[in-house]
T-cell receptor, first 117, second 113 residues
Framework: GAVVSQHPSRVICKSGTSVKIECRSL??????MFWYRQFPKQSLMLMAT?????????EQGVEKDKFLINHASLTLSTLTVTSAHPEDSSFYIC?????????????FGSGTRLTVV | QQQVKQSPQSLIVQKGGISIINCAYE??????FPWYQQFPGKGPALLIA?????SEKKEGRFTISFNKSAKQFSLHIMDSQPGDSATYFC????????????FGEGTQLTVNP
């Protein structure tokens, strides 16, 4: 149980375009979603936290107008990278917390490798 | 106070050996300590976790040792296998609604055949 499906797994886009990443909780209700960014050989960096039906809370230094997060339902959250640039290229990972979920802890998606050319 | 320090950054172990990864935390409010395993190109997966009311938890070849007074915890992988080669992250959390995980820096483990 506690499966989080993240799509796409890889995406290549042209500079200036927007990319949407989806994160779905398949067998539980995700009351809270977390979006992370991970650079090669580094730890996960929290970008934002979203609660279903509420506006996302962004971490310091994360541009909310560039990284749009929507958490409109208890099973779906999306991250849209707007006007992407090469420096946005990274590995993006979602994580969901909700009920029922055992063992306690966050369930992570499989990640999305974004390459902006 | 939110930091979790993890060491070593990288670790090479022979097949059958014991892999040991250490973490230290500052915030005494943390009350849940998970370890995650991440393979290249994949998201982290929960490996094992412990709460501070116990000093050790074992699941198969994986054991967490927890020292509350020293604010340290470690992951031991017994009989390490090449398939264990991955990046391991310790983390800490205060179990309140909406609480965020604080991750260590990660340890890249390589198990040689």
């Amino acid at each position: 149980g506690a499966v989080v499906s993240q799509h796409p797994s890889r995406v290549i886009c042209k500079s200036g375009t927007s990319v949407k990443i989806e994160c779905r909780s398949l067998d539980f209700q995700a009351t809270t979603m977390f979006w992370y960014r991970q650079f090669p050989k580094q730890s996960l960096m929290l970008m934002a936290t979203s609660n279903e039906g509420s506006k996302a809370t962004y971490e310091q230094g994360v541009e909310k107008d560039k990284f749009l997060i929507n958490h409109a339902s208890l099973t779906l959250s999306t991250l849209t990278v707007t006007s992407a640039h090469p420096e946005d290229s990274s590995f993006y990972i979602c994580s969901a917390m909700g009920t029922p979920q055992r063992p306690y802890g966050y369930t992570f998606g499989s990640g999305t490798r974004l390459t902006v050319v | 106070q939110q930091q979790v320090k993890q060491s070593p950054q990288s670790l090479i172990v022979q097949k059958g050996g014991i892999s040991i990864i250490n973490c230290a935390y500052e915030n005494t409010a943390f009350d849940y300590f998970p370890w995650y395993q991440q393979f290249p190109g994949k998201g982290p997966a929960l490996l094992i976790a412990i709460r501070p009311d116990v000093s050790e938890k074992k699941e198969g070849r994986f054991t967490i040792s927890f020292n509350k007074s020293a604010k340290q915890f470690s992951l031991h992988i017994m009989d390490s296998q090449p398939g264990d080669s991955a990046t391991y992250f310790c983390a800490a959390l205060k179990e309140t609604s909406g609480s965020r995980l604080t991750f260590g820096e990660g340890t890249q483990l390589t198990v040689n055949p």
